[in-house]
């Protein structure tokens, strides 16, 4: 008989199996999630349909559930033209880990304040 107190927990179980991989994936999940949920509050806000919020973005109500869904891999392009037509606020960032650089850096003997991490930022 199992012992159902003992049992160990399902996330910690799935955790164990998914790896640091699985972690990672996470992280995009919720990038996916963020701008699907900033869609969906937008379309009820304003009291639109999906058909109507299409006519507006210029795509077919199926690609309004789409993104709608978190589950659609997006294009910076489509993510532009969407915040574009919604005025939302779009900033991609693309950089290293400040640690990183500057750990690199001071082993090949350069000054800390040498270190000028890359970042780029693209707002509208």
Known sequence: MVDLNNLSDAWDMINRL???????KDKLYDIYYHISTAIFKYRLKHDLSQTKLAEKLGVTQTMVSKLESGDYNYTIEQLWKVSQKLGFKLNVE????????????LQKGKREADVIPFKMVVGS
Request: no cysteine; glycine share 10%; charged share 60%.
């Open 18 to 24: 998914d790896g640091d991989e699985g972690n990672e």
């Open 94 to 105: 693309f950089e290293e880990e400040a640690e990183d650089i500057t750990e690199e850096y």
